[in-house]
């Protein structure tokens, strides 16, 4: 805290109680403006940390629901290829056993014709 010097023309006209009266008032009312502006700037600061915080809560839950919506657009392409893969395989798995029993079948002639 600064000392207040009272100029001695003003501390000759007030007195020496007159003067310390002045340094006292005058502390005082910064004790208040000070206590008046932490109260201030704490309300700011409260306000302010209170629209960061519903800002990022916000955000949070945008970017959740993005998450949310672009999984499952990766789990129905996802499905989707499976599917295809799957009757793909069907179908090359059928077209194997048709020709395995071809080839079984005509190894069986080839051996009963003889």
């Known amino acids: ?32 403006a000070k206590v008046d502006v932490v109260a201030v700037v704490e309300e700011k600061f409260e306000r302010r940390l209170t629209e960061e915080a519903s800002r990022l809560r916000a955000e949070v839950g945008q970017l959740r629901s993005e998450l949310v919506e672009r999984i499952e657009s990766v789990r129905s392409e996802l499905t989707g290829r499976i599917e295809s893969v ?28 003889r």
Request: zero cysteines; a neutral charge; hydrophobic letters at 55%.
């Open 1 to 32: 805290m600064p000392i207040i010097t009272v100029p001695r023309a003003l501390r000759e006209r007030l007195g020496e109680e007159g003067a310390e009266a002045l340094v006292q008032l005058i502390n005082q009312a910064t004790e208040a």
């Open 86 to 113: 799957r009757s793909e395989l069907i179908k090359w798995m059928f077209l194997f056993w048709v020709g395995q029993i071809g080839a079984v079948v005509g190894i069986l002639f080839a051996f009963f014709r």
